[in-house]
């Protein structure tokens, strides 16, 4: 599944706590969090710490894995103001 926000990822967190039958107060317990958190987490919440969310994600089995994205050719009828900066430098 892409995950692109974090109420994605929320969802992957959850779906997966509850395949394992796992429930949110023993979760939180063994990664050192309130249940409040988890939940907050499990809802989207896009300030949770980094650290604390990959021992979620380990703890649940979740990999994280990063690809980089091939870089997109811009959209036709796009105008490329990068380009057209370049360009108006190198004229004399």
Do not use: C, F, Y
């Amino acid at each position: 599944m892409l995950t692109r926000t974090p109420a994605d990822l929320g969802a992957v967190i959850r779906d997966r706590r509850k395949h394992l039958k796992r429930n949110q107060a023993s979760l939180a317990n063994e990664i050192g969090v309130s249940r409040q958190w988890l939940i907050e987490l499990e809802h989207g919440h896009p300030r949770a710490e980094l650290g604390l969310v990959l021992r979620v994600l380990d703890a649940l089995g979740i990999n994280l894995d990063a690809e980089i994205a091939q870089a997109k050719a811009p959209r036709s009828g796009t105008v490329d103001i990068n380009a057209i900066v370049a360009k108006a430098k190198k004229k004399p």
